[in-house]
């Protein structure tokens, strides 16, 4: 929507300045939208004169503000610009404000989920085939609030290059392999329950895998029998295969139902047994070209230029079993043949940095030039997630806590309505709180969470975004059925309506941003704006009592910007409630 005007004002821009037709776009690029100030009137648009020099900043920034009031002087209003004025070295436009509000209004209504992502501001981008490798939890070990943290971020990724036209490949690359699976096949004899599997699978798995991590510690005996039952493995034993299947298939059903409720779905549940003989494959390619070690603690591959000893990644075990880094690497090499993808995204916490840092490198050294495409993205550790009974264990255990405390505060709201799924309702609301808290900053930093700050329904938290929401969708209820979807533009004129319109032309350069850079931090802000914004307008603009032509423009009003709230919502993989 904003392009079209950045083209009226680049065309004029670019007769004033005695530039060729063709550095329009140009032009046009180096126009931003003014983020909505809330205590006066901000212009719509502006231009700084530094980035219409080729070749950087022009002169002193006092000559940047000469050269905007030259501009500014030479250029004149029309039907579509109504003001022109200059700030800190940058020329300001205002947009006609009917003309503002007629286009956004009826681009909104017209475009639907797609506002904001068919714009001339994405035309350039090509589609491209995008992996996102997230969640991937370790079978045995706890489904913490990392996986939390990795699930919903991966999702908001997959989202994001999806709704831009993205052919979007989603993998839940499971922890199924490896020594920590050695413990729990080889302790599962001694302190598992079938019963207790069959009645809580992923509680029983883990009480028996701290159980015989314990046992481990004092009897070097049990660690060589987990050894053991790793090569039985690795080397196809059926009764060890079977056990492994089992633990594997139950795991999988009980995270699904996880997913399920965090709005997450995959792909492919693929892991790092599927690739136990292909590691053994890309091994033997490195071998061929000369470039693994054998010593007495396995064999490596050097990736320094020097051969520095410290820079040695180790890629198997001198028992000749695989290491993760190895089945990583297969799993690359398998996903470049098999996707033939434009990029890979690794979506896991920040500890994992050198491991993807030496992947990478080792897939260079082989050859792929893939490697380029691909990219990790880190997150930091969440502190103080506990529940009523302490500290957590179970990633369920966090969602639970959160639909219980949701219910709890609207049995306590005097505004709370009545509902067919009260439990339902709380779930999607506690779920917004938890990732609205978890994208507020970013990705990589750590943060204390707090279910008191995260619940609160008013500043800016995941329940104020579902109560605007809510809000919005109920004032439907007033509409009258009308022939036509034209509407009186004098009733929306008010301050508060036009700086919300203005708020909705940046929708699209803030998705634009997080594509950038991969966070959602910028969407989240954005969207918590537009909800204060939202509720100013409700309380401003009066629809009951209204004559039906008022009241029909601003309905309209309100539904547009209950669209694109929803629609943001959604991108961040939230699923809007239309009643609390």
């Given at each position: 929507m904003a392009w079209h005007f950045r083209r009226v004002i680049a065309e004029q821009v670019s007769r004033v300045l005695g530039l060729p037709s063709e550095s329009c776009s140009r032009v046009a690029q180096c126009i931003q939208t003014v983020p909505v100030h809330r205590k006066h009137e901000s212009p719509d648009f502006q231009l700084f004169m530094t980035s219409l020099s080729e070749g950087g900043p022009n002169g002193t920034f006092s000559n940047q503000e000469e050269r905007a009031e030259q501009l500014a002087g030479k250029l004149v209003c029309d039907s579509v610009i109504s003001d022109i004025g200059t700030t800190r070295g940058s020329v300001t436009f205002k947009i006609n404000r009917d003309l503002l509000t007629r286009n956004v209004l009826q681009q909104i209504s017209k475009d639907g989920s797609l506002y904001g992502l068919n714009t001339e501001l994405f035309s350039e981008l090509s589609r491209r085939k995008t992996i996102v490798e997230y969640s991937s939890p370790n079978i045995a070990k706890k489904f913490h609030v990392g996986h939390l943290r990795s699930t919903i971020i991966g999702n908001f990724i997959a989202n994001l290059k999806q709704a831009v036209g993205n052919e979007v490949v989603r993998i839940n690359y499971l922890g199924d392999w490896g020594l920590q699976f050695g413990l729990l096949g080889a302790g599962f004899s001694s302190f598992g329950s079938k019963e207790k599997l069959l009645a809580n699978p992923l509680q029983h798995l883990f009480e028996v895998y701290v159980k015989v991590n314990t046992a481990a510690e004092k009897d070097n005996g049990i660690k060589l029998s987990a050894q053991e039952f790793l090569r039985r493995l690795e080397g196809g034993d059926p009764h060890a295969?079977?056990?492994?299947?089992?633990?594997?298939?139950?795991?999988?059903?009980?995270?699904?139902?996880?997913?399920?409720?965090?709005?997450?779905?995959?792909?492919?549940?693929?892991?790092?047994?599927?690739?136990?003989?292909?590691?053994?494959?890309?091994?033997?390619q490195l071998e061929s070209k000369g470039l693994l070690l054998k010593t007495d603690k396995g064999t490596v591959i050097d990736l320094s230029e020097e051969g520095n000893l410290s820079s040695y990644s180790t890629v198997m075990r001198s028992d000749g079993t695989s290491l993760y880094i190895t089945r990583d690497m297969a799993a690359a090499v398998d996903r470049m043949e098999r996707y033939n993808f434009d990029e890979m995204i690794y979506v896991t916490d920040k500890s994992q940095k050198n491991h993807f840092q030496q992947l990478f490198k080792i897939l260079k050294i082989m050859g792929k030039d893939q490697a380029d495409r691909c990219q990790h993205v880190p997150f930091g550790l969440v502190q103080g997630m506990k529940t009523r009974r302490g500290e957590v264990v179970f990633l369920e255990d966090v969602l639970d806590e959160a639909r219980s405390r949701m219910l709890q505060n609207m049995a306590a709201s005097e505004t709370s309505k009545q509902l067919d799924d009260p439990s339902d309702t709380a779930e999607k609301i506690g779920i917004a709180a938890l990732i609205v808290q978890d994208f507020k900053g970013q990705l990589v930093s750590d943060y204390h969470f707090d279910w008191d700050q995260a619940l609160q329904s008013t500043g800016d938290t995941g329940v104020f975004l579902q109560y605007t929401h809510a809000r919005l969708h109920s004032l439907q209820a007033l509409r009258c059925p009308r022939d036509t979807e034209d509407f009186e533009i004098a009733s929306l004129r008010e301050p508060c309506v036009i700086a919300t319109l203005q708020h909705l032309l940046r929708y699209d350069e803030v998705i634009y941003k997080c594509l950038e850079d991969l966070q959602p931090r910028y969407l989240v802000t954005y969207l918590l704006s537009l909800g204060h914004l939202a509720n100013v307008a409700h309380r401003t603009l009066q629809v009951k009592g209204s004559s039906s032509e008022a009241a029909h423009a601003r309905l309209l009003f309100f539904k547009n910007v209950q669209m694109v709230l929803g629609n943001g919502m959604k991108l961040l993989g939230i699923t809007p409630v239309n009643n609390m």
């Open positions: 295969l079977s056990l492994w299947m089992h633990f594997r298939d139950i795991s999988i059903q009980e995270y699904a139902k996880i997913y399920k409720r965090l709005g997450a779905h995959f792909d492919d549940y693929s892991g790092e047994s599927f690739y136990k003989e292909k590691s053994q494959e890309v091994l033997k």
